[in-house]
């Protein structure tokens, strides 16, 4: 089992930046592909970032493309999310999650066997 707890959520102005983190215990961190996904209130959970298990291939979506980055520390069994320029409209909470598959990292939240509690990210006007 892998139990994953986020942390860095919080109320920022909109133009402001958040790190958040997403500590992992249980099985060897490195065997996981990790993704950060969303969900605001009445959406459906939309995918943000992934990185392969050693940190070589990151994917994101297109809208957070040259500002948010994601990446991981296998030492200290930790994945980070830099958010940079923050929009209203990125208001949610946010999830890290954990798969065992390999190859390209995944951005359907199906392809993800462990969530964390998620954490708030409110960005205001």
């Known amino acids: 089992q892998v139990q994953l707890v986020e942390s860095g959520g919080g109320l920022v102005q909109a133009g402001g930046s958040l790190r958040l983190s997403c500590a992992a215990s249980?099985?060897?961190?490195?065997?996981?592909?990790m993704g950060w996904f969303r969900q605001a209130p009445g959406k459906e959970r939309e995918f943000v970032a992934a990185i392969s298990r050693f940190g070589s291939t990151k994917s994101y979506t297109d809208s957070v493309k040259g500002r948010f980055a994601i990446s991981r520390d296998n030492v200290k069994n930790t994945v980070y999310l830099q958010m940079n320029s923050l929009k209203p409209e990125e208001t949610a909470i946010y999830y890290c999650a954990a798969t065992s598959r390999t190859g390209v990292p995944p951005i359907s939240d199906r392809a993800y066997e462990y969530w964390g509690q998620g954490t708030q990210v409110t960005v205001s006007t």
């Open positions: 249980g099985r060897t961190f490195s065997n996981y592909i």
